[in-house]
């Protein structure tokens, strides 16, 4: 099986999720803290759009803090996954899931590939 998955939403929208004090309903704390110094914004949309993916193609709601998706030290955004996501992964023999996050003045732009 194989799926890829892009989003593309614009800056303006992804304002009113993030920043209505809602961040602590879709990341977790080390993501917070990850995200701090950056243009939070872009950042955090880009994986609130992830996990977005993520959670349709499994068809479950409201476990957006089961993905954790955080830089290595070379700056390159990874993904994990815990409780119900992981064993949906796992029940779903999906052995594989790649992640690109690219953003610009006005958009933000995300593909995972599900393999």
Excluded: W
């Excluded at 070379?74 to 993904?79: A, R, V």
Aim: proline content about 1%.
């Amino acid at each position: 099986m194989y799926k890829a998955i892009e989003k593309i939403e614009t800056v303006t929208n992804i304002k009113s999720v993030i920043l209505n004090n809602l961040e602590i309903k879709y990341f977790t704390s080390a993501e917070l803290l990850q995200n701090k110094d950056k243009n939070k914004l872009k950042s955090l949309g880009a994986r609130y759009l992830i996990k977005l993916s993520v959670l349709e193609f499994l068809e479950l709601e409201n476990n957006y803090h089961n993905i954790e998706i955080l830089n290595n030290e070379q700056g390159k955004p990874e993904i994990s996954f815990t409780g119900e996501v992981k064993r949906r992964i796992e029940s779903n023999s999906i052995c594989n899931t790649q992640i690109s996050i690219s953003h610009s003045k006005n958009y933000i732009a995300t593909l995972v590939i599900i393999e």
